[in-house]
């Protein structure tokens, strides 16, 4: 069953990553790219919320713990992609050509 839904979400993250490579052929905007996995990691984490009480309401402790520990996983994953800061293409903190990648973050004046 889990090498059943491996296989599922590695078909969704291809079939993802084939309709924005196909909306968006040459500019790659970042912004959209993390509010759709956003969207895939809650539908994912509230399927294994649902799994998790249906597994408790059978009496499977150990499998509805299982699966409440991926869920905590994935709402972890949500939090750490939600604190991604990614410019918008239009601001003064996007990326020109011209601009070098640094390190570190970005210090703003006051």
Do not use: Y
């Amino acid at each position: 069953m889990a090498k059943l839904h491996d296989m599922r979400l590695k078909l969704l993250i291809q079939q993802e990553h084939e309709r924005i490579s196909k909306s968006q052929p040459k500019d790659l905007d970042l912004s959209i790219v993390q509010a759709r996995c956003l969207c895939w990691l809650s539908l994912l984490a509230e399927a294994h919320e649902d799994q998790a009480n249906d597994a408790e309401k059978r009496g499977d402790a150990e499998q509805a713990m299982g699966w409440f520990a991926d869920s905590m996983r994935l709402r972890d994953v949500i939090t750490l992609v939600t604190s991604i800061e990614i410019p918008l293409p239009d601001s003064p903190d996007s990326l020109d050509d011209n601009d070098e990648l640094f390190d570190g973050p970005t210090i703003m004046p006051k």
